[in-house]
């Protein structure tokens, strides 16, 4: 493995000496945490304005369902396997798994030598040389530890508490089970106001940025929002926005499926989702709103002074998520599944006037690996060969890619413990829920069947399908030296294990 890793360094490094020539563009990365696809729209005018300037990835998904692991991948253009980090380092036993190892090269060291680099909001992205608390970065690093310390001196309460978690069982290291502390959908008012939330701060700092930047340089700045991510203690005017709202959500919001993985009771998604009834996450989803609408205004306020310090013309902005939501859709929580909800992403990308798309927007299937590689290209730099992503240029020039599918994995979320693997190819999604020695599998049809609520591995008319795509998956395991592997007898023994489908919830009965 260290000598993939050397490899990818000298193509990485090589492709910087290749462009010493090529000028530099300003680079805009705002990034959201757990942001639903479905909940742009009508709310969230400032990203609607820069999608209309933009191409739209409408096929777009995260590497990993997962925060840590998913900003590993997006920096460095790798599959989780590749780097390492599949989890969150929450549990000592297993925070090496968290970390992206050593040598393998990130959006931040290939150019904060040649951009005036920043990083503003929240920070996940963890590596082995812990590259945030390195002296000798280049990059000005803004976090939530900076947000702590400045509220302090305000005098101020942070938003959250311990009336927004709960208690959860969680695997650790795939042998033993401990209790750990996360977010529920609870909600409440934050009292302090708008003014002191962290996105607020977020903004703010970033504004700074842009204004204070060394202008002799182009900027480079990596905005990472919270919003809108648990807790749901939320300001005014935020909390209170949507409650005379007659809400419509997503049909299978509160539904538990007959052919979903029952191994998702082992995680916090339904540990803690199936709790709740369809009524009850209606008045959740109000809550959430509230923070896409905040999201919104605060990236208003960034995109505003973009434009005023003429920078916005000039720039690549992209504007996407590290994952989704759940929000009740499959009755779970959070994100830590394979489900469009938590697994797709918005993927909205504005160009440089100088470069003239061909689109305005795609369907093309990608993933947040590919846009390293897309950057790169953008601003000259060589495409790299290692790279698990691939540049998004030859579809913006009216091409296709070399690809008809990509990868997505979970590994556990404090700790090792739940794991998921999973493969979009065309309009089929299949995945493979393991906990210990059981596995599920799931198969849908994402065109018929975009909210996934018919599991079609139970379906004959589908069984060479879901052969192929668990030959597909297994190779790929294979290709990235996974730590795990699906069993020879996959196909044959979930059936054999759920001959009779897997019936309804007394709930839903």
């Not at 096929?59 to 590993?72: E, W």
């Not at 590259?131 to 900076?146: A, F, G, H, V, Y």
């Not at 591995?457 to 190779?475: G, K, R, V």
Request: with cysteine; proline share 5%.
């Amino acid at each position: 493995m260290r000598k993939w890793v050397y490899m990818v360094f000298f193509v990485f490094a090589n492709s910087t000496a290749n462009s010493q020539n090529k000028e530099r563009v300003p680079v805009i990365i705002i990034m959201a945490d757990q942001l639903r696809v479905d909940a742009l729209g009508a709310i969230t005018p400032n990203i609607n304005s820069l999608k209309n300037d933009a191409v739209n990835f409408t096929r777009a998904y995260c590497a990993v369902p997962l925060c840590a692991p998913s900003r590993s991948s997006f920096f460095t253009g790798l599959y989780a396997n590749r780097t390492g980090s599949m989890i969150n380092p929450f549990e000592k036993d297993d925070e090496v798994f968290g970390n992206t190892k050593m040598g393998i090269p990130n959006m931040y060291g290939l150019f904060e030598n040649d951009w005036d680099s920043h990083h503003v909001g929240k920070q996940h992205f963890f590596t082995e040389e812990k590259i945030d608390k390195d002296p000798n970065s280049k990059t000005k690093w803004t976090t939530q530890e900076t947000y702590t310390g400045w509220m302090k001196a305000q005098k101020k309460a942070k938003p959250g508490g311990k009336i927004y978690k709960d208690n959860a069982p969680e695997l650790v290291s795939g042998s033993h089970t401990q209790l750990r502390s996360y977010s529920t959908p609870s909600f409440g008012l934050y009292k302090e106001g708008a003014e002191f939330y962290l996105d607020h701060y977020i903004a703010t700092q970033s504004i700074e940025a842009i204004k204070n930047r060394d202008k002799n340089k182009p900027l480079l700045l990596n905005a990472m929002f919270l919003a809108p991510h648990p807790p749901f203690s939320v300001p005014e005017p935020y909390f209170s926005m949507f409650d005379l709202m007659n809400l419509k959500v997503p049909e299978n919001v509160g539904e538990w499926y007959p052919g979903q993985s029952p191994l998702q009771m082992y995680n916090l998604t339904g540990f803690i989702g199936s709790r709740y009834d369809r009524q009850q996450w209606i008045e959740i989803w109000k809550k959430y709103l509230g923070l896409v609408k905040l999201l919104d205004d605060e990236v208003g306020r960034v995109i505003k002074t973009l434009k005023e310090e003429g920078i916005y013309d000039k720039a690549i902005i992209l504007f996407t998520a590290d994952h989704g939501e759940m929000l009740g859709s499959h009755m779970l929580w959070q994100k830590m599944c394979m489900y469009e909800e938590s697994a797709k992403v918005p993927f909205i990308l504005k160009l440089p006037k100088g470069f003239q798309s061909s689109i305005k927007e795609s369907d093309a299937l990608i993933s947040l690996v590919d846009f390293l590689p897309t950057l790169l290209e953008l601003n000259g730099m060589k495409p790299l060969v290692k790279s698990d992503g691939l540049s998004l240029v030859p579809i913006l020039k009216g091409n296709a890619l070399n690809r008809n599918s990509i990868f997505m994995q979970y590994d556990g979320n404090g700790s090792l413990g739940s794991s998921q693997r999973s493969i979009v190819k065309g309009k089929f999604k299949l995945i493979v829920d393991m906990f210990k020695d059981e596995s599920f599998v799931e198969l849908y049809d994402l065109i018929k069947d975009p909210q996934e609520m018919g599991n079609l591995m139970f379906d004959p008319a589908y069984s060479a399908t879901a052969d192929e795509l668990i030959a597909d998956l297994t190779a790929y395991m294979q290709k990235t030296g996974d730590r795990l592997t699906l069993r020879k007898d996959l196909h044959v023994q979930f059936l054999k294990n759920y001959k009779n489908g897997i019936q309804k919830s007394d709930k839903q009965q």
